[in-house]
């Protein structure tokens, strides 16, 4: 990974980090229980991937970082009340998360499904209030989608079902229970930084980076899902800032369990380069996306 990439990765998340930051705070009668709760979890040391796709894909359809900075911070905000809940006792019962103990762990259970509530109703607040209406309501649109019952939350409930499931697993379920639970949100994002860089330009984004974005997103938040599988057999909690080697004891459905760990690195590999392969029509304006798989490929954390 280029020394240029990896500083413009840090460059993009300490912007994020700095607009989450000042988004929250512009919220005003917040129970202070509850902002805490959620500037614990929101503001905690963290990748900020999400964001920075929108970014990317903002300043591939020509906006600059402003116009895209409320849809990255929603994305965040929905991405981070996935992981309070997705760490509750009735979920992966996790307590480590982001480098500290979990919401529940240090709030309780419910105050941190609260804070989940507030954080996924905020983001949808936040675009609203900081987009012209057609851009607004395309990126509301684009978000429950990703975050919705046929996405992310769909995928949460697939995840635990097969816990506890007696039928055949197969690929095939992993690949429905990743590309739900993972990768509908990462998909969201590219689309959410596209019309964020539209404005008001009802014609919408241009088809062809749209069509690339897709097909990228897709393989993103696979090859995504499968290194963060692999990070629970092989990584440390130092370096992830969560407990590993759980998914095993839980029963969960993942590539290492169902494939090993090196049939695993190989679907990674490939699925990495069939995203290449979309960002192709791209040309140069693909070069970041490129690099941002090959941070995930090599990722340790
Ligand atoms: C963890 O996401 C949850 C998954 C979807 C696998 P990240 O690995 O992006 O976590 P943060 O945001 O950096 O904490
Ligand atoms: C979580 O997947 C996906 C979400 C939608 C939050 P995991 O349960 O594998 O995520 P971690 O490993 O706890 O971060
Ligand atoms: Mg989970
Ligand atoms: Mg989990
Ligand atoms: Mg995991």
Same mark, same amino acid.
Request: proline share 4%.
């Given at each position: 990974?280029?020394?240029?990439?990896?500083?413009?990765?840090? +460059?993009?998340?300490?912007?994020?980090?700095?607009?989450?930051?000042?988004?929250?705070?512009?919220?005003?009668?917040?129970?202070?229980?509850?902002?805490?709760?959620?500037?614990?979890?929101?503001?905690?040391?963290?990748?900020? *991937?999400?964001?920075?796709?929108?970014?990317?894909?903002?300043?591939?359809?020509?906006?600059?970082?402003?116009?895209?900075?409320?849809?990255?911070?929603?994305?965040?905000?929905?991405?981070?009340?996935?992981?309070?809940?997705?760490?509750?006792?009735?979920?992966?019962?996790?307590?480590?998360?982001?480098?500290?103990?979990?919401?529940?762990?240090?709030?309780?259970?419910?105050?941190?499904?609260?804070?989940?509530?507030?954080?996924?109703? %905020?983001?949808?607040?936040?675009?609203?209030?900081?987009?012209?209406?057609?851009? +607004?309501?395309?990126?509301?649109?684009?978000?429950?989608?990703? +975050?919705?019952?046929?996405?992310?939350?769909?995928?949460?409930?697939?995840?635990?079902?097969?816990?506890?499931?007696?039928?055949?697993?197969?690929?095939?379920?992993?690949?429905?229970?990743?590309? %739900?639970?993972?990768?509908?949100?990462?998909?969201?994002?590219?689309?959410?930084?596209?019309?964020?860089?539209?404005?008001?330009?009802?014609?919408?984004?241009?088809?062809?980076?749209?069509?690339?974005?897709?097909?990228?997103?897709?393989?993103?938040?696979?090859?995504?899902?499968?290194?963060?599988?692999?990070?629970?057999?092989?990584?440390?909690?130092?370096?992830?800032?969560?407990?590993?080697?759980?998914?095993?004891?839980?029963?969960? *459905?993942?590539?290492?369990?169902?494939?090993?760990?090196?049939?695993?690195?190989?679907?990674?590999?490939?699925?990495?380069?069939?995203?290449?392969?979309?960002?192709?029509?791209?040309?140069?304006?693909?070069?970041?996306?490129?690099?941002?798989?090959?941070?995930?490929?090599?990722?340790?954390?």
């Amino acid at each position: 990974l280029s020394d240029d990439f990896r500083h413009y990765l840090q +460059a993009k998340q300490d912007l994020v980090d700095e607009s989450l930051e000042r988004i929250f705070h512009a919220q005003t009668g917040v129970p202070a229980s509850l902002a805490e709760a959620i500037r614990y979890s929101l503001l905690a040391s963290a990748k900020r *991937l999400r964001p920075i796709l929108v970014l990317m894909a903002n300043e591939a359809g020509g906006g600059n970082d402003g116009k895209a900075m409320p849809a990255a911070c929603a994305v965040e905000m929905v991405h981070t009340y996935s992981l309070i809940h997705d760490d509750l006792p009735a979920m992966d019962d996790d307590d480590l998360r982001r480098g500290q103990p979990t919401c529940h762990k240090k709030f309780g259970d419910a105050l941190a499904i609260l804070a989940g509530d507030a954080l996924l109703t %905020l983001a949808f607040q936040v675009l609203s209030e900081k987009y012209p209406p057609a851009t +607004a309501a395309a990126c509301c649109r684009e978000l429950a989608r990703g +975050a919705g019952a046929a996405g992310m939350v769909g995928g949460q409930v697939e995840d635990l079902a097969w816990e506890k499931a007696t039928a055949q697993r197969t690929a095939q379920a992993l690949e429905n229970i990743h590309a %739900l639970k993972t990768g509908a949100l990462f998909h969201a994002c590219l689309r959410l930084g596209a019309y964020a860089a539209q404005g008001e330009n009802l014609a919408g984004p241009d088809p062809v980076l749209l069509g690339s974005l897709d097909g990228y997103g897709r393989c993103f938040g696979l090859v995504f899902q499968i290194t963060d599988d692999l990070l629970d057999v092989e990584g440390n909690a130092a370096d992830t800032g969560k407990r590993v080697q759980k998914d095993a004891g839980r029963g969960k *459905l993942t590539y290492p369990a169902l494939l090993g760990v090196a049939e695993s690195r190989r679907r990674a590999q490939l699925l990495a380069e069939e995203a290449f392969g979309h960002l192709r029509p791209l040309k140069e304006r693909g070069e970041r996306f490129a690099q941002l798989l090959r941070f995930v490929l090599e990722r340790d954390r």
